[in-house]
């Protein structure tokens, strides 16, 4: 009896690895791609430290292609009740995106489809009056990215907005409008991937 129980526990164990579906409480998985981030993270700026908590994680499809696997966090203790992705964008706290890239990509490729997705989810006089955020923003992506390379979005009450690839900041932009913007990429109504995997 001991010797089946334990060989039960290690053809658990070896399925779980082998299939994807271990799961543990310090790290959020992509369901899609299979990408796994941290399920907490806390980085210090201007001297204040912000303690962040992963609401969920997915993949940026293009067309059957597998793009970038991205997590969303959000600082530690804000609620988030009704909808609530569009609570998120709403909330005036520490947020950030982690995108883990699944393929090489031109830098032009990149900032095109960032313009895209502010076309998407923007008026036309919308976009006119962010068009000095966007730029600005769109200008921090310029090189191309390898497999594997990551890049963080964060914004910070007020409506700052920060950069950084690999690691690296390349940049901020403060424009509360244009921070909103910024995060219904993901989260609003046309979001350009499943937001009901990034925020759950």
């Known amino acids: ?7 039960a526990l ?3 164990a070896l399925s779980g690895s082998l299939y994807g579906q271990v799961q543990t409480a310090d ?9 796994t981030f941290p399920q907490q993270i806390s980085f210090d700026r201007d001297g204040k430290q912000y303690t962040l908590e992963a609401t969920g994680a997915t993949t940026r ?7 970038y696997s991205i997590a969303s966090y959000v600082q530690k203790g804000t609620p988030l009740s ?3 992705a569009q609570a998120l964008v709403n909330a005036d706290v520490a947020k950030q995106f982690t995108m883990k890239w699944l393929r090489d990509i031109e830098g032009e490729k990149i900032r095109g489809a960032y313009l895209e997705g502010y076309e998407k989810n923007l008026s036309p006089d919308q976009l006119n009056q962010l068009k000095g955020n966007i730029d600005k923003f769109i200008g921090f992506f310029s090189q191309d990215v390898k497999k594997g390379e990551e890049a963080v979005i964060r914004s910070f009450p007020g409506g700052t907005i920060e950069v950084l690839i ?8 403060v424009n ?6 910024t995060w219904n990429i993901w989260l609003g109504p046309n979001s350009i991937v499943d937001t009901a995997q990034l925020v759950r």
């Open 27 to 35: 790290v959020v998985k992509d369901p899609i791609s299979g990408q």
């Open 10 to 12: 290690v053809l658990g």
């Open 1 to 7: 009896m001991k010797a089946l129980f334990f060989s």
């Open 82 to 84: 009704g909808n609530k």
């Open 166 to 173: 690999n690691g690296k900041s390349v940049g901020t932009t």
């Open 61 to 67: 499809k293009k067309l059957v292609f597998n793009v």
């Open 176 to 181: 509360p409008a244009f921070a909103k913007a």
